[in-house]
Nanobody
Framework: QLHLAESGGGLQQAGDSLRLSCAAP????????VGWFRQAPGKEREFAAG????????YYADAVKGRFAISRDNDKNTVYLQMNNLKPEDTALYYC????????????????WGQGTQVTVSP
């Protein structure tokens, strides 16, 4: 069982930066690949970024590539999502999710989810 907690969301202006964190108290969190997904009002949940359990591979949706950077510190049991050059279309509820070992960009493959953190970007 994993308990994930996101933090770092907020209200930003276009062009600003924001860093989200996803923390889990369990030490075996380092055996889980992590994905960041987001859901905007009236839209389906979509994949944004992901990282392998070792942290040696990262994955990005085209919409965020070059602007977002995902990383992890397994000593701190935390995954980060650095979001730069934010755009109004990045406005969404951001969730982190974890799955054992192998990464996937399919939300249905993830077993554990956080409660989400809201990111709002004004023009």
């Amino acid at each position: 069982q994993l308990h994930l907690a996101e933090s770092g969301g907020g209200l930003q202006q276009a062009g600003d930066s924001l860093r989200l964190s996803c923390a889990a108290p369990q030490p075996y969190f380092s055996s889980y690949s992590v994905g960041w997904f987001r859901q905007a009002p009236g839209k389906e949940r979509e994949f944004a970024a992901g990282i392998s359990y070792k942290g040696d591979a990262t994955y990005y949706a085209d919409a965020v590539k070059g602007r977002f950077a995902i990383s992890r510190d397994n000593d701190k049991n935390t995954v980060y999502l650095q979001m730069n050059n934010l755009k109004p279309e990045d406005t969404a509820l951001y969730y982190c999710a974890a799955k054992y070992y192998r990464f996937s960009d399919n939300a249905n493959d993830y077993d554990y989810w956080g409660q989400g953190t809201q990111v709002t970007v004004s023009p």
